[in-house]
Structure formats: structure tokens, C-alpha cells
């Protein structure tokens, strides 16, 4: 195993410090400069595998007739095969064998020495080594019974190992591969009244571009002609198609529906948020994590043991009167068998795939040690507005109080009235009139009535849309089902000076929310709420959601007074917030956790990026941090659980009974270590629900 994939398998962030939070990730070349970039470094990956495969394959018909050579192969199986010169063409046929195919293990042990960190190289290295020599030892005159059989084998099953595992590796990284290729390679540019087709990295921004039903968005921009619904779940993890209309965004490598686009550019290149994706992405799975130091400390303890154990096994049996042979035999198989070899691959490929999966899920993390530590949340600080609700005034209930109107009615004349005003009271309206495709009445000779409302006259008729104080001040009676909850924002209608009906608004509760609140519950979590919104809202929403406790009314530097509080209180707390006005708060949690629009994912203090604004994405945030974590330690447990058990059986203490693990076998269990290891990281696939 040459050191490229050496460095790579097992420590795949050797120039990164992980708390570095630098925004260095937003920066990266350009996006058709780092897919070939990626595209050279993937192709370097598959050339090592054939590479492995090749040497596999040689090696393993040059090793058959090694086999059959072998005296100890001969007494196990009761044949007999002898001709002159046997032994020099066994010579000749092992040492194809130990120069070909163990020139990377040899390759990487001179690296591991050089920077004086002896690690799985060196054992593998040094256990072919002392198998080679001793065995031409013997053929040239050295009293004993050479064992090429078990050098040649072990170096095949040793190829086999690094061949799987470097595949398993590469599977990992294809989810990477993936979001690369979702850009499109051309897009048509309108340039006037023709349409030319162009290369995606030609486009500018401001650019208007078309996009086809069916086809691939080739760049961040603004609808501005057109509505259709886009699949954006390769990017975000949101199932359902999203319907885009003019105004709305758009994400390059999202996938077109039935509908024409016309879109102007935002982003190109580097700026993309595809771009950035990747370059979080990759930098998530460079950074060291805190299992990766626990990993490293394992393996390099293990060398050590390895090497002790094999040294002190080899002098007890000398001393014990055992020959030569059978002493190096043991400190072989001991030194072969203690390759902390699974422990190499048992946290980058935990790392790699969870960071894949999480971006494809709308999980962007750029901390892997605040993903990991999200285990160990004891109080979720939220921000309201746009979290936990929707982020805007959406009717939540209209009523006629005249016999005259219908609650239609009374909807189409607020909103005919409310055309005219940028208020998110009118806003909210207007999206329930638009929701329900009523046709708006004519209006004429608006005007605001100062802080009470606004009035025009509607189809005819005066009318106005007021609050509370309007009506009190004008000895209007208040209908008795107006309020219902102090949530809620009430508007009157008047019409011709006359009561008409109300309209109630309010900052909707996601749906999600209540979900994702019961899963933190489930988990031992608090969850509260810092608000800038007035207390009577904060109340009412913290009411309706169960949550522990609110602030309300707060300012950005006094959440980060609350978290410190917290954290005075010994809680592990993350912080919820939309990344920019929270950004105070974020950088003090221990998790930094931002919400809110995908495209802008330069949150410099967060920890977590989410593309989706959904507190259910947190609570699964928060279990596939408990997922990935325990898949770390299991495949540590695991690798040093083998180490622990084979060594002793190794050096030969169950000898009395007649049991000692020979080298060949101790290398097929090895290989079954790393094989075990790379599958129960597959299983993290699974645990990420949606």
C-alpha cells in the first residue's frame, strides 16, 4: 500500500486543526477547476486499486506453486512432490512475490520510519521482512523448515485487505463524486431574441439563462419569467418537489419539472452553493476528529505491543529450548497479527460517510468535533421567528360578523384593500387570497389611516381594514370570538362605517416543530426559546410547544448571556439561530447550529449549517450524531478487541494444547477485521431518517 492511500485511509486530515473556524471552505477554486481537481484525485484512487488488484492477481498464481512446493504443505495434505532444485525455484517464485507484491508494504514501512511514526506499515513491513530472510536462509544452508508458503499467502491476503478496504474507502467519497457531477456542463443563454448554447463556467452574473423541463439547473439564480417545481433532494433532502415561481431562487444542480424557466444568474464558480457543499464537505472529512486522536493513540500503541510482544515471544522460547525456526515462526505470526489494521480504516470511513450522507440530507457540517459532540446536548437554545415558525404572517382564521357578507367576502375585500400596502399583515392576506385563487374586486382612493389601518373604496363601497384600537376608540363593539389566542395578530374590517368581519394572523407554528420537540424531550434535552418577539407571543408559542422556559424580547448580545448562563449551569448547549443577527450566540454554544437559506451557507460561527430552516433536521441531526459516534467506538472496540485476543493465541500460549495461530490464518482474520469494519460503516446509511 503505497503512501498516498496510506495517508488517506488512515489519516485523512493530517494539515488541518479541527476548531480552526475559518470560512477558508467558502474559497475553493472554481467549479470547473475542482472537478477536474476531484476528477484527478478520484482517478488516482481507482489507478491504486487496479493497482492492488494486479499485484493481487500475480501474485496469487505465482503463489500456487510455492504452495505445492511446500514441505509443511506436503505433511499436512500426505502428498509427495520433490525434483531437484525444488527449493531454489520456491526461492525464485517467493521472491517475485515479496518484491512485487509486497514493494507497497516495504514502500510505506521506509515512509513510517523516516517520520519516525512506526504504524501498521512497519508491522506488515517488518513481519514479510523477517519471513522472507529467514526462509532463503534455510534454501542456503540454515538448518530448519522454510515457510514461503506462509509469506507468499500472507502477502496475497494482505493485498486482498488493502484492495477491499481501499474500495470501501472510495465507495464512501462517491456520494462527493456525485454532487460534482449534478452540475450540468452547458446552459442556453438568451442574448436577446436568439438563445446560444454555452459552457457553465462562461456564465456571469446577471446572465439570463433558460432552463428546460427535465433538465439540470446549471447555476444559482432568480426566477424571472416562468413557474414550475424543481427536485431540490439531492441537495437539500426535501422529498417533495418545491414549486418556483418569479422572484423565488433557484439552486444549480437542483432538477427541472414540466415547467419553463427563465433565471437570472446569482452565483457562479466558487460562490455557488453547490461549490461551497463540496468544499464543506471536504473539509468536514479532512478535519481531525476527537475518535480520530483515539484511533491514532490505539494504533500506535498496538505497533508497540506488536513489536514488544514479538521480541519478548521470540526470547521466552529460545530460553523455553524451542529452535530457531519455531521462535521466529511465533514472533512472525505475533508482529503479522497485531496490525492495527481494521483500527486504520475504523473512523475515516465512519467520517467519510456520515459527512456524504448529511449533505445529501441538508446537514452541512464544517466542525466534525461539534457533529460529534452533538451526543452530549443537554438544553437547545432556539430562535423563534423562522425555526420553530414559519417566519411569517399566514391567516389563521377569517369570520364574517354581518349578515350581509360571507367569510369569503370578507377575505376579498381585506385583500383587495391590502393590495396596495407592504405591511406582513397585508402580505399574509394576499398569500391566503392568492392560496385560494379568488378574483380581487376593484379598488380606488387608498390611503393609510396613521397607526390605525388603511381604507379605500372597494367595488363601490368604503372600506376599511383597522386594529383593535380603531374600533375601541370609535365605541365599535369587539365581536367575542375575535380572540382566541394571544399568538395572534386581529384585523377588523369595516365596511361603510359597519363591522364586517376579522381576520386573525399569526407567525405560524411549523408543523415539525412539535416533532422535533418530543424527539429532544425523548433524549433527555430542555428546549427554550430566545426571542426579540414581544412576551405575550413568546408565551403563547412556548405554551402551545411544551418548550422548558422563554426569553423574550431579547436582543443578539443578550442570547449570548443566556448561553452563557446556561453553560454556567454545567448544561452542553446548542444554539439555534439564522446565522446572522445569532452569530454572538452561535459562537458561544458548544454546537452552533445555523438555520435558514440554503444559498447563503457563509455562517462563519455555526458549527452546522442546515439548509432547510426544519427543527426536525436538528433532532435528526442530534440522533445521527449518537449513530455515527457509536459506529466510531464500535469499530475501535472492535479492532482492538481482535488485537487483543489474537496476539496472545499468536505468541503461542495455548501451545500446551496443541492450538498456534500461524501466520496465514492470522492474516485472513485480519483482512475479516477490516472487512467487518467497512460493512458496520455501511449501516450508518440506514440511520438517518427523513
Same mark, same amino acid.
Given at each position: 500500500?503505497?503512501?498516498?492511500?496510506?495517508?488517506?485511509?488512515?489519516?485523512?486530515?493530517?494539515?488541518?486543526?479541527?476548531?480552526?473556524?475559518?470560512?477558508?471552505?467558502?474559497?475553493?477554486?472554481?467549479?470547473?477547476?475542482?472537478?477536474?481537481?476531484?476528477?484527478?484525485?478520484?482517478?488516482?484512487?481507482?489507478?491504486?486499486?487496479?493497482?492492488?488488484?494486479?499485484?493481487?492477481?500475480?501474485?496469487?498464481?505465482?503463489?500456487?506453486?510455492?504452495?505445492?512446493?511446500?514441505?509443511?504443505?506436503?505433511?499436512?495434505?500426505?502428498?509427495?512432490?520433490?525434483?531437484?532444485?525444488?527449493?531454489?525455484?520456491?526461492?525464485?517464485?517467493?521472491?517475485?512475490?515479496?518484491?512485487?507484491?509486497?514493494?507497497?508494504?516495504?514502500?510505506?514501512?521506509?515512509?513510517?520510519?523516516?517520520?519516525?511514526?512506526?504504524?501498521?506499515?512497519?508491522?506488515?513491513?517488518?513481519?514479510?521482512?523477517?519471513?522472507?530472510?529467514?526462509?532463503?536462509?534455510?534454501?542456503?544452508?540454515?538448518?530448519?523448515?522454510?515457510?514461503?508458503?506462509?509469506?507468499?499467502?500472507?502477502?496475497?491476503?494482505?493485498?486482498?485487505?488493502?484492495?477491499?478496504?481501499?474500495?470501501?474507502?472510495?465507495?464512501?467519497?462517491?456520494?462527493?463524486?456525485?454532487?460534482?457531477?449534478?452540475?450540468?456542463?452547458?446552459?442556453?443563454?438568451?442574448?436577446?431574441?436568439?438563445?446560444?448554447?454555452?459552457?457553465?463556467?462562461?456564465?456571469?452574473?446577471?446572465?439570463?439563462?433558460?432552463?428546460?423541463?427535465?433538465?439540470?439547473?446549471?447555476?444559482?439564480?432568480? /426566477?424571472?419569467?416562468?413557474? &414550475?417545481?424543481?427536485?431540490?433532494?439531492?441537495? %437539500? @433532502?426535501?422529498? +417533495?418537489?418545491?414549486? $418556483? *415561481? !418569479?422572484?423565488?431562487?433557484?439552486?444549480?444542480?437542483? /432538477?427541472?419539472?414540466?415547467? &419553463?424557466?427563465?433565471?437570472?444568474?446569482?452565483? %457562479? @464558480?466558487?460562490? +455557488?452553493?453547490?461549490? $461551497? *457543499? !463540496?468544499?464543506?464537505?471536504?473539509?468536514?472529512?479532512?478535519?481531525?476528529?476527537?475518535?480520530?486522536?483515539?484511533?491514532?493513540?490505539?494504533?500506535?500503541?498496538?505497533?508497540?505491543?506488536?513489536?514488544? *510482544?514479538?521480541?519478548?515471544?521470540?526470547?521466552?522460547?529460545?530460553?523455553?529450548?524451542?529452535?530457531?525456526?519455531?521462535?521466529?515462526?511465533?514472533?512472525?505470526?505475533?508482529?503479522?497479527?497485531?496490525?492495527?489494521?481494521?483500527?486504520?480504516?475504523?473512523?475515516?470511513?465512519?467520517?467519510?460517510?456520515?459527512?456524504?450522507?448529511?449533505?445529501?440530507?441538508?446537514?452541512?457540517?464544517?466542525?466534525?468535533?461539534?457533529?460529534?459532540?452533538?451526543?452530549?446536548?443537554?438544553?437547545?437554545?432556539?430562535?423563534?421567528?423562522?425555526?420553530?415558525?414559519?417566519?411569517?404572517?399566514?391567516?389563521?382564521?377569517?369570520?364574517?360578523?354581518?349578515?350581509?357578507?360571507?367569510?369569503?367576502?370578507?377575505?376579498?375585500?381585506?385583500?383587495?384593500?391590502?393590495?396596495?400596502?407592504?405591511?406582513?399583515?397585508?402580505?399574509?392576506?394576499?398569500?391566503?387570497?392568492?392560496?385560494?385563487?379568488?378574483?380581487?374586486?376593484?379598488?380606488?382612493?387608498?390611503?393609510?389611516?396613521?397607526?390605525?389601518?388603511?381604507?379605500?373604496?372597494?367595488?363601490?363601497?368604503?372600506?376599511?381594514?383597522?386594529?383593535?384600537?380603531?374600533?375601541?376608540?370609535?365605541?365599535?363593539?369587539?365581536?367575542?370570538?375575535?380572540?382566541?389566542?394571544?399568538?395572534?395578530?386581529?384585523?377588523?374590517?369595516?365596511?361603510?362605517?359597519?363591522?364586517?368581519?376579522?381576520?386573525?394572523?399569526?407567525?405560524?407554528?411549523?408543523?415539525?416543530?412539535?416533532?422535533?420537540?418530543?424527539?429532544?424531550?425523548?433524549?433527555?434535552?430542555?428546549?427554550?426559546?430566545?426571542?426579540?418577539?414581544?412576551?405575550?407571543?413568546?408565551?403563547?408559542?412556548?405554551?402551545?410547544?411544551?418548550?422548558?422556559?422563554?426569553?423574550?424580547?431579547?436582543?443578539?448580545?443578550?442570547?449570548?448571556?443566556?448561553?452563557?448562563?446556561?453553560?454556567?449551569?454545567?448544561?452542553?448547549?446548542?444554539?439555534?439561530?439564522?446565522?446572522?443577527?445569532?452569530?454572538?450566540?452561535?459562537?458561544?454554544?458548544?454546537?452552533?447550529?445555523?438555520?435558514?437559506?440554503?444559498?447563503?451557507?457563509?455562517?462563519?460561527?455555526?458549527?452546522?449549517?442546515?439548509?432547510?430552516?426544519?427543527?426536525?433536521?436538528?433532532?435528526?441531526?442530534?440522533?445521527?450524531?449518537?449513530?455515527?459516534?457509536?459506529?466510531?467506538?464500535?469499530?475501535?472496540?472492535?479492532?482492538?478487541?481482535?488485537?487483543?485476543?489474537?496476539?496472545?493465541?499468536?505468541?503461542?500460549?495455548?501451545?500446551?494444547?496443541?492450538?498456534?495461530?500461524?501466520?496465514?490464518?492470522?492474516?485472513?482474520?485480519?483482512?475479516?477485521?477490516?472487512?467487518?469494519?467497512?460493512?458496520?460503516?455501511?449501516?450508518?446509511?440506514?440511520?438517518?431518517?427523513?
Amino acid at each position: 500500500m503505497n503512501k498516498h492511500q496510506h495517508d488517506n485511509s488512515k489519516h485523512p486530515h493530517h494539515h488541518h486543526m479541527e476548531n480552526k473556524r475559518s470560512d477558508k471552505a467558502m474559497h475553493g477554486e472554481n467549479n470547473h477547476d475542482m472537478s477536474n481537481h476531484r476528477h484527478m484525485g478520484h482517478n488516482h484512487h481507482e489507478m491504486m486499486i487496479d493497482d492492488f488488484k494486479k499485484r493481487f492477481w500475480v501474485c496469487l498464481i505465482l503463489s500456487v506453486p510455492v504452495i505445492l512446493f511446500s514441505p509443511m504443505v506436503q505433511e499436512i495434505l500426505g502428498y509427495h512432490l520433490s525434483f531437484p532444485g525444488i527449493q531454489y525455484l520456491a526461492f525464485l517464485l517467493s521472491s517475485a512475490v515479496f518484491f512485487y507484491g509486497g514493494w507497497p508494504f516495504l514502500k510505506g514501512l521506509l515512509e513510517e520510519v523516516k517520520q519516525r511514526n512506526p504504524g501498521m506499515m512497519t508491522l506488515i513491513g517488518v513481519a514479510i521482512s523477517v519471513a522472507y530472510i529467514y526462509s532463503s536462509a534455510i534454501v542456503f544452508g540454515l538448518k530448519g523448515m522454510d515457510f514461503f508458503w506462509e509469506l507468499v499467502t500472507l502477502i496475497d491476503i494482505m493485498l486482498l485487505g488493502h484492495w477491499i478496504e481501499m474500495k470501501s474507502v472510495l465507495g464512501a467519497s462517491k456520494a462527493l463524486e456525485l454532487l460534482v457531477s449534478m452540475m450540468p456542463s452547458e446552459a442556453h443563454l438568451i442574448h436577446g431574441d436568439h438563445i446560444m448554447d454555452v459552457k457553465v463556467d462562461a456564465l456571469k452574473v446577471n446572465d439570463i439563462i433558460l432552463v428546460k423541463p427535465g433538465e439540470k439547473v446549471p447555476a444559482d439564480g432568480t /426566477v424571472i419569467e416562468g413557474e &414550475s417545481y424543481l427536485n431540490e433532494s439531492m441537495l %437539500t @433532502g426535501e422529498s +417533495s418537489p418545491v414549486k $418556483k *415561481v !418569479i422572484e423565488d431562487q433557484l439552486i444549480g444542480g437542483s /432538477v427541472n419539472g414540466n415547467g &419553463s424557466l427563465k433565471v437570472k444568474v446569482l452565483h %457562479t @464558480g466558487k460562490d +455557488s452553493y453547490l461549490t $461551497k *457543499v !463540496i468544499n464543506l464537505v471536504n473539509e468536514a472529512q479532512k478535519a481531525k476528529s476527537t475518535t480520530q486522536n483515539l484511533a491514532d493513540k490505539a494504533a500506535k500503541w498496538l505497533t508497540f505491543i506488536a513489536i514488544g *510482544v514479538g521480541v519478548v515471544t521470540f526470547i521466552i522460547w529460545l530460553i523455553i529450548g524451542k529452535d530457531l525456526e519455531f521462535a521466529l515462526e511465533r514472533m512472525v505470526t505475533v508482529m503479522v497479527i497485531s496490525c492495527p489494521h481494521a483500527l486504520g480504516l475504523a473512523v475515516p470511513l465512519v467520517v467519510a460517510i456520515s459527512t456524504a450522507i448529511s449533505a445529501k440530507n441538508g446537514l452541512l457540517i464544517r466542525n466534525r468535533t461539534a457533529f460529534e459532540n452533538s451526543r452530549k446536548i443537554t438544553a437547545m437554545v432556539f430562535d423563534k421567528t423562522g425555526t420553530l415558525t414559519q417566519g411569517e404572517f399566514g391567516v389563521t382564521r377569517y369570520e364574517s360578523a354581518s349578515n350581509e357578507f360571507s367569510r369569503e367576502d370578507i377575505l376579498m375585500f381585506a385583500g383587495a384593500i391590502e393590495q396596495n400596502s407592504e405591511h406582513p399583515i397585508a402580505t399574509g392576506i394576499l398569500a391566503k387570497v392568492k392560496k385560494l385563487n379568488f378574483q380581487l374586486p376593484k379598488t380606488a382612493n387608498f390611503q393609510a389611516i396613521s397607526g390605525k389601518g388603511i381604507e379605500a373604496s372597494v367595488a363601490g363601497r368604503n372600506t376599511k381594514v383597522v386594529s383593535p384600537g380603531f374600533l375601541i376608540e370609535n365605541d365599535i363593539s369587539i365581536p367575542e370570538n375575535a380572540f382566541n389566542s394571544s399568538s395572534e395578530t386581529v384585523v377588523f374590517l369595516l365596511i361603510d362605517e359597519k363591522l364586517a368581519g376579522f381576520i386573525a394572523l399569526a407567525d405560524e407554528i411549523r408543523p415539525e416543530s412539535k416533532e422535533a420537540i418530543e424527539t429532544f424531550r425523548r433524549n433527555g434535552i430542555k428546549v427554550m426559546m430566545a426571542t426579540g418577539d414581544n412576551t405575550t407571543v413568546a408565551e403563547a408559542v412556548s405554551k402551545q410547544l411544551g418548550l422548558e422556559g422563554f426569553y423574550a424580547e431579547v436582543l443578539p448580545h443578550q442570547k449570548v448571556e443566556i448561553i452563557k448562563e446556561l453553560q454556567r449551569r454545567k448544561e452542553y448547549v446548542a444554539m439555534t439561530g439564522d446565522g446572522i443577527n445569532d452569530a454572538p450566540a452561535l459562537a458561544q454554544a458548544d454546537v452552533g447550529i445555523a438555520v435558514g437559506s440554503g444559498t447563503d451557507i457563509a455562517a462563519e460561527t455555526a458549527d452546522i449549517i442546515l439548509v432547510n430552516s426544519n427543527p426536525k433536521d436538528i433532532a435528526n441531526l442530534i440522533l445521527f450524531g449518537k449513530a455515527t459516534y457509536s459506529k466510531m467506538i464500535q469499530n475501535l472496540i472492535w479492532a482492538t478487541a481482535y488485537n487483543a485476543l489474537a496476539i496472545p493465541l499468536a505468541a503461542g500460549v495455548l501451545y500446551t494444547t496443541g492450538f498456534v495461530l500461524s501466520p496465514a490464518v492470522g492474516a485472513v482474520l485480519m483482512s475479516l477485521s477490516t472487512i467487518v469494519v467497512a460493512i458496520n460503516a455501511q449501516f450508518l446509511k440506514g440511520s438517518l431518517k427523513k
